[in-house]
């Protein structure tokens, strides 16, 4: 089955016997402890990184991906789950900021960077 029949099968429950549901659909979480094992950009970008190999870039980058941190998604989940009004709707959670594909990379780059301590 398809994220789309899911939500429609839900939605009809909803409508058909009073199951209180609420779709959310979640955009490129980001967090601590992302293993990266569903295919996600920013922890197989670390992994390249910390490895020293070369960060691969699909197309030409421009491609633009909103990242939400693990914590905004949690605090919208516990709102959703505490908002009657949210019953039998669909709701996204991620953010609006914007980057393009091609800067993720550098930014993994620099953050996953060996540091040494200050003297």
Known sequence: MSKAT????????????????TVVRLFNTTGPRQTGAYGMVVPRFVRQAI?????TVYGDGSQMRCFTNVRDVVAALMALA???AAIGDVVNVGTRA?????????WCA???APTRPSS
């Open 6 to 21: 899911d939500e429609f099968l839900a939605l009809a429950h909803h409508q058909e016997v009073g199951l209180p549901v």
């Open 82 to 84: 505490a908002t009657p």
């Open 98 to 106: 914007r980057s393009r594909s091609v800067t993720l990379p550098l």
């Open 110 to 112: 620099k953050s996953s």
């Open 51 to 55: 490895e020293g190999r070369p960060l």
